[in-house]
């Protein structure tokens, strides 16, 4: 069983940053992916930036140049770097995690930015 803990969420203005940690524990050996969807008020949630245990990662084209998506296989720690935040970036933020074969979400953490 893997449990995620995330961090870093809250209130931004347009243009500011924020950093995104999510810490997964449990019995651990090599996550296979680990990475962040979000999900705004009545959309569904998407895909924004997975990373691999080889290090190979995807991002949805509307943060491409502004979120960088990075791992500590030491600490099995996902981080969320976003920058030149947008309103559109508005959401809430969950922790993605494949291991073994199974998914596992974070509770989530809001990110709003607003001025």
């Known amino acids: 069983q893997v449990q995620l803990v995330e961090s870093g969420g809250g209130l931004v203005q347009p243009g500011g940053s924020l950093r995104l940690s999510c810490a997964a524990s449990g019995t651990i050996f090599s996550i296979n992916v680990m990475g962040w969807y979000r999900q705004a008020p009545g959309k569904q949630r998407e895909l924004v930036a997975v990373?691999?245990?080889?290090?190979?990662?995807n991002y949805t084209d509307s943060v491409k140049g502004r979120f960088t998506v990075s791992r500590d296989n030491t600490k099995n720690t996902v981080y969320l770097q976003m920058n030149s935040l947008q309103a559109e970036d508005t959401a809430v933020y969950y922790c993605h995690v494949v291991y073994r074969f199974r998914t596992y979400w974070g509770q989530g953490t809001q990110v709003t930015v607003s001025s």
């Open positions: 990373q691999s245990n080889t290090d190979l990662t």
